[in-house]
Structures are given as C-alpha cells and as structure tokens.
C-alpha cells in the first residue's frame, strides 16, 4: 500500500473560486503526477515533476498550475474554477529506480 | 496519435470462474506495461506488470500476457471473487520517455455475480 495523501477528498465549491488540491506522499518519491479523470474513463496526465523546482505540462491541457518546493508535497491550484474543471483528480508518484507509479485516492471536484 | 483501448467496456462475471480482460496498444516503442484496479471512489491500485522481455508474468491470482506481434495486453484473474468487482485499466510507457509517461486505455468494467 503506497503512502500518499489527497486532499480534500471531495470538494464542491462555486464559479470563480481559487482552490488548491493537495498531495503528499511519505516514500521520498522524486517524481510526482497529477492526472485528470472523468468518471469510468481513462486518466490523463495534466502535470508532472522529476523533483524540487521541476515541473512539468503533461498530455492534457489544463488551466491549472503545480509547484514543487518540496520533495514530499506537489499542490494543483486553479486559479478561477469554472464547470469544466467538475472531474475527479488524482495525484500519483514513483521513485526513480521503478516505472510503477503509485495513485493517491483522488479528489472529487464539483464545480456549481 | 499513439492510444491504449480496451476491447471490453463491460465484463460480467460468475464468481469462481475466471476473467480475461484484453486491451490492445499501438505504440510500437512502449516497453512497460501496467494493469491497475480502480474501485468505486478510490484512486487507481497496482496489480501487476510487465516488461517487453517478457511474454507472461503471474502474480497472486492473477496473470499478463503481452503479445508483441499483434499489440495486444491481457489480465488475467483466476478464481473471481466478489472483491473483483472494479474498473481496470491497462497503460502502457516507454521506460526511457521524460518523466515515465503513462498512457492510459478505457476503463473495462468487471461485475462479479454471486
């Protein structure tokens, strides 16, 4: 079972709020993911990091933005939330001696 | 572009049988490939994987097999189990690709019935 944190779990927040989903993971984990996914489908990858300061634009495009100031932590903001961002997003990591990345449980985002 | 798929949206299954779910790729350079186990509300779980060295790989009730030749993953999970019960989703990443990309299929849904 791999250590790693989101949250809020769920969130429901209205039109034009900031907001920042979190994600921790305690295994020291150099690179870090966050995927989006609508329910039933595939993820897709919006942002990833290789380690401190590094960040990364993944496959999907995204109006969020990540920080990595720490090893352990790598928090998805959206500056000014709208309906389209209503999906459930989940954060994963692995070190760098494996290919096998480890998902947290995800954070349900609505967005009213 | 490159994609993973599932053959299967929907597998339903008797309990103690076993189950097959297929998913077909067509990234001729992917050498990593992954099945994970999603379950109502929770964040995708790792099952098992394997490498394009290999052909077949088994783990606790469960087996993968890669067919190079024709692009094509299977999972396969002996003895199923009501627990079973979950979304899996094959993904598929070319071990040396900048910051280990994983491409994900769709989702097949397995319902196990009692």
């Known amino acids: 079972e791999a250590d790693i944190y989101q949250t809020p779990r769920y969130l429901v927040i209205g039109t034009g709020k900031k907001i920042t989903l979190e994600c921790s993971q305690t295994m020291g984990h150099d690179k870090m993911y966050w995927y989006q996914q609508d329910p039933g489908m595939e993820l897709h990858l919006i942002h990833y990091s290789y380690g401190v300061n590094s960040t990364e634009k993944g496959d999907l495009s995204s109006e969020s933005t990540v920080s990595r100031i720490r090893t352990e932590h790598f928090p998805l903001t959206l500056e000014s939330a709208r309906p389209s961002h209503t999906s459930q997003y989940l954060c994963?990591?692995?070190?760098?001696?494996?290919?096998?990345?480890?998902f947290g449980p995800g954070t349900r985002l609505t967005v009213l | 572009g490159e994609s993973v798929g599932l053959h299967l949206p929907t597998l339903s299954v008797q309990e103690g049988d076993n189950s097959i779910i297929n998913c077909a790729y067509s990234n001729s350079a992917s050498d990593y490939f992954i099945w994970y186990k999603q379950e109502s509300g929770k964040g995708p779980q790792f099952i098992i994987d394997?490498?394009?060295?290999?052909d077949k790989r088994q783990g606790q009730r469960v087996t993968v097999l890669l067919n190079k030749t024709v692009k094509h993953l299977s999972l396969q999970i002996a003895a199923t189990q009501p627990g079973d019960s979950a979304v899996y989703f094959c993904?598929?990443?070319?071990?040396?690709?900048?910051?280990?990309?994983?491409?994900f299929g769709g989702g097949t849904r397995v319902l196990v019935k009692p």
């Open positions: 994963a990591s692995r070190t760098g001696g494996t290919d096998t990345q480890y």
């Open positions: 993904a598929e990443g070319p071990i040396k690709a900048a910051g280990n990309k994983l491409t």
């Open positions: 394997i490498r394009s060295n290999m």
